[in-house]
T-cell receptor, first 113, second 113 residues
Framework: NAGVTQTPKFRVLKTGQSMTLLCAQD?????MYWYRQDPGMGLRLIHYSVGEGTTAKGEVPDGYNVSRLKKQNFLLGLESAAPSQTSVYFCASSYLGGPYGYTFGSGTRLTVV | AQSVTQLGSHVSVSEGALVLLRCNYS??????LFWYVQYPNQGLQLLLK??????LVKGINGFEAEFKKSETSFHLTKPSAHMSDAAEYFC???????????FGAGTTVTVRA
């Protein structure tokens, strides 16, 4: 009964490097989300997906790309990391959107130096 | 668009004292309301939710919240705080057919021995 699994849990990148964060859910949820959490700024939505093969921009999409090739996986990519992308990243999934609530992963702590 | 405001970014309570966290929402249609808890270095976990029906909602770990439409509020309470309640708490709102949750800025609870 894994729920939402994020990998990796921690990562340090140098400025300009690229990486991909993986989110996997085993609940057959349609909707998936990527958030970043920064001190004093709460949770900010980066990108989301309402189903396999779909993606859409959230509040703070610049510098990130996403893909949802399989229903259970939602990937977040940083093509050229910047120090401003130092944050804790959370993936979440939902059966069919907001009214159903979210299940969150445990987070990825990313530091860009 | 709907939104929530959490009154007080930090709350400090004594062990055994009442915990009261305030949340006010803004929505032009019936809301779906949630409280999540985030323990240090973890993801967010659902405490409780209000969809329709009974306005007093009981959640995990002895927490409850009351939906008051006339006051547009959904305050979270626990009669007697435990040290283990030290965490950050987020109120969130959605509406029917909304793709996402809208989160408040969070309230950090510290419990004094």
């Amino acid at each position: 009964n894994a729920g939402v699994t994020q990998t990796p849990k921690f990562r340090v990148l140098k400025t300009g490097q690229s990486m991909t964060l993986l989110c996997a859910q085993d609940m057959n949820h349609e909707y998936m989300y990527w958030y970043r959490q920064d001190p004093g700024m709460g949770l900010r939505l980066i990108h989301y997906s309402v189903g396999e093969g779909t993606t859409a921009k959230g509040e703070v999409p610049d510098g990130y790309n996403v893909s949802r090739l399989k229903k259970q996986n939602f990937l977040l990519g940083l093509e050229s990391a910047a120090p401003s992308q130092t944050s804790v990243y959370f993936c979440a999934s939902s059966y069919l959107g907001g009214p159903y609530g979210y299940t969150f992963g445990s987070g990825t702590r990313l530091t860009v130096v | 668009a709907q939104s929530v405001t959490q009154l007080g970014s930090h709350v400090s309570v004594s062990e055994g004292a009442l915990v009261l966290l305030r949340c006010n929402y803004s929505s032009s249609v019936p809301p779906y309301l949630f409280w999540y808890v985030q323990y240090p270095n973890q993801g967010l976990q659902l405490l409780l939710k209000y969809t329709t029906g009974a306005t007093l909602v009981k959640g995990i770990n002895g927490f409850e919240a009351e939906f008051k439409k006339s006051e547009t509020s959904f305050h979270l309470t626990k009669p007697s705080a435990h040290m283990s309640d030290a965490a950050e708490y987020f109120c969130a709102v959605s509406t029917l057919n909304d793709y996402k949750l809208s989160f408040g800025a969070g309230t950090t609870v510290t419990v004094r021995a």
